[in-house]
């Protein structure tokens, strides 16, 4: 009987699978903490202690204040729940400029975010809620740049949001110098009477990856997604806490006041102690796991090029990018993406986001510069922390084999 070929994942950039350690702490809290951690028994009082760790773990891992996380059901939520403030924000009195003339509010982010930012604010826009603009990352390297923010700021501006790093292209955003010039901005601000800029990242594919330092970004907000750095399908917002001027951060539900009140809903204790479990792993083991991926994914991009030659482009790769992650482009092919991987029935990968599945050519490539003939042949490679070397010749195989059948 012949041996099923063992299936290779290269799609650690749609989701990652929990870690071992991860999957006991699950398991822990399953068993032992399935009380509820608002009861005041010792089993719920044993609940509430893993939140209470968790959050500190969460906080070790960004260099921040466990009283500035609050546990939120994923990404999507924590972007929504950060536009949401801003709006409001900015309606509750901050939006006054001159003679008690009032705007709408005007939000600042790129072109190439993903879609629980695009299309909160797209909606925006359609129900003349705020004023939003898109600014476009630079054509020859997929990277935002500092000038073109500023550019786009105005009177009514209340708030910045820019990935710290793209999922699809990996490029890493200067979101550090977008930070200082925005709180440089907020000083003259402050004096004009204007509506103070708030900063937020969508953090999700750089945490486990890069360094994520919030004092080092500068940002008031930043969006913890548990399943890119090997833990659950949970997240978790970082709201800095400001000693003179406080920052906003307004609930979309009301309830039972858990999470102080922001994040109301009885805890899922299970999910946060793992998600504290998957960023103290972070936290010990980052710089094994980058240089671990980065090996790995110059390998891989260095075995394409020798094997397709100029057959093939790496997307971005005049960019900072993302230890782990690479969209690349087969040329002199009559063959979409998604159909080069469908010929490659044991490569476990995606042409893009996970969630887009169109199969058209994507968007972000095209907005960072890649022809729409390039674009529409990428697929997108993005390693994990155990991805092997051996591995890699086997993918270039496939890929090899896909395509000479075109």
Same mark, same amino acid.
């Given at each position: 009987?012949?041996?099923?070929?063992?299936? &290779?994942?290269?799609?650690?950039?749609?989701?990652?699978?929990?870690?071992?350690?991860?999957?006991?702490?699950?398991?822990?809290?399953?068993?032992?903490?399935?009380?509820?951690?608002?009861?005041? *028994?010792? @089993?719920?009082?044993?609940?509430?202690?893993?939140?209470?760790?968790?959050?500190?773990?969460?906080?070790?891992?960004?260099?921040?204040?466990? +009283?500035?996380?609050?546990?939120?059901?994923?990404?999507?939520?924590?972007?929504?729940?950060?536009?949401?403030?801003?709006?409001?924000?900015?309606?509750?009195?901050?939006?006054?400029?001159?003679?008690?003339?009032?705007?709408?509010?005007? @939000?600042?982010?790129?072109?190439?975010?993903?879609?629980?930012?695009?299309?909160?604010?797209?909606?925006?826009?359609?129900?003349?809620?705020?004023? $939003?603009?898109?600014?476009?990352?630079?054509?020859? +390297?997929?990277?935002?740049? $500092?000038?073109? &923010?500023?550019?786009?700021?105005?009177?009514?501006?209340?708030?910045?949001?820019?990935?710290?790093?793209?999922?699809?292209?990996?490029?890493?955003?200067? $979101?550090?110098?977008?930070?200082?010039? @925005?709180?440089?901005?907020?000083?003259?601000?402050?004096?004009?009477?204007?509506?103070?800029?708030?900063?937020?990242?969508?953090?999700?594919?750089?945490?486990?990856?890069?360094?994520?330092?919030?004092?080092?970004?500068? $940002?008031?907000?930043?969006?913890?997604?548990?399943?890119?750095?090997?833990?659950?399908?949970?997240?978790?917002?970082?709201?800095?806490?400001?000693?003179?001027?406080?920052? /906003?951060?307004?609930?979309?539900?009301?309830?039972?006041?858990?999470?102080?009140?922001?994040?109301?809903?009885?805890?899922?204790? /299970?999910?946060?102690?793992?998600?504290?479990?998957?960023?103290?792993?972070?936290?010990? !083991?980052?710089?094994?796991?980058?240089?671990?991926?980065?090996?790995?994914?110059?390998?891989?991009?260095? +075995?394409?090029?020798?094997?397709?030659?100029? !057959?093939?482009?790496? !997307?971005?790769?005049?960019?900072?990018?993302?230890?782990?992650?690479? *969209?690349?482009?087969?040329?002199?092919?009559?063959?979409?993406?998604?159909?080069?991987?469908?010929?490659? =029935?044991?490569?476990?990968?995606?042409?893009?986001?996970?969630?887009?599945?169109?199969?058209? =050519?994507?968007?972000?490539?095209?907005?960072?510069?890649?022809?729409?003939?390039?674009?529409?042949?990428?697929?997108?490679? *993005?390693?994990?922390?155990?991805?092997?070397?051996?591995?890699?010749?086997?993918?270039?195989?496939?890929?090899?084999?896909?395509?000479?059948?075109?």
């Amino acid at each position: 009987m012949e041996l099923q070929a063992k299936k &290779i994942y290269l799609d650690y950039n749609a989701t990652t699978p929990l870690a071992p350690e991860v999957i006991l702490c699950v398991s822990e809290a399953l068993t032992n903490a399935w009380a509820n951690p608002s009861s005041s *028994s010792e @089993i719920g009082q044993s609940a509430k202690e893993l939140i209470n760790q968790a959050r500190k773990k969460v906080a070790t891992m960004l260099n921040a204040k466990p +009283s500035e996380i609050t546990f939120v059901s994923g990404g999507t939520e924590a972007n929504n729940m950060v536009l949401h403030t801003a709006l409001k924000y900015f309606n509750s009195g901050s939006g006054k400029l001159g003679q008690g003339a009032s705007l709408k509010p005007h @939000i600042l982010t790129t072109n190439v975010e993903h879609d629980a930012i695009l299309l909160p604010l797209r909606h925006y826009e359609t129900e003349k809620l705020a004023d $939003v603009d898109f600014v476009p990352v630079s054509m020859s +390297s997929g990277q935002v740049l $500092v000038e073109e &923010i500023e550019k786009f700021i105005k009177p009514n501006t209340c708030l910045v949001t820019v990935m710290l790093a793209n999922n699809e292209t990996g490029v890493i955003m200067p $979101v550090a110098e977008i930070s200082r010039k @925005i709180r440089k901005l907020n000083e003259i601000r402050q004096k004009e009477g204007l509506c103070r800029i708030l900063i937020h990242t969508d953090a999700a594919q750089a945490i486990g990856k890069i360094s994520v330092d919030v004092e080092e970004l500068g $940002v008031d907000y930043l969006t913890i997604v548990g399943h890119k750095f090997y833990g659950p399908r949970i997240g978790a917002l970082f709201v800095i806490e400001m000693a003179e001027d406080s920052t /906003p951060l307004y609930p979309m539900f009301f309830g039972g006041g858990q999470e102080r009140g922001l994040r109301p809903g009885t805890e899922n204790t /299970p999910m946060i102690h793992g998600l504290g479990c998957a960023a103290e792993l972070v936290s010990q !083991n980052l710089q094994k796991y980058q240089e671990a991926m980065k090996k790995t994914r110059d390998l891989l991009e260095k +075995s394409l090029i020798v094997e397709f030659g100029e !057959n093939i482009i790496v !997307n971005c790769d005049t960019a900072l990018r993302l230890p782990n992650t690479s *969209s690349v482009s087969f040329r002199k092919t009559t063959m979409t993406g998604g159909e080069i991987l469908s010929r490659c =029935p044991h490569l476990m990968a995606s042409t893009g986001a996970a969630c887009h599945g169109t199969g058209k =050519p994507s968007v972000i490539l095209m907005a960072s510069g890649v022809s729409c003939e390039d674009a529409r042949s990428a697929v997108r490679l *993005s390693v994990g922390r155990d991805t092997a070397p051996a591995e890699i010749e086997q993918i270039v195989q496939m890929l090899k084999l896909a395509l000479k059948r075109d």
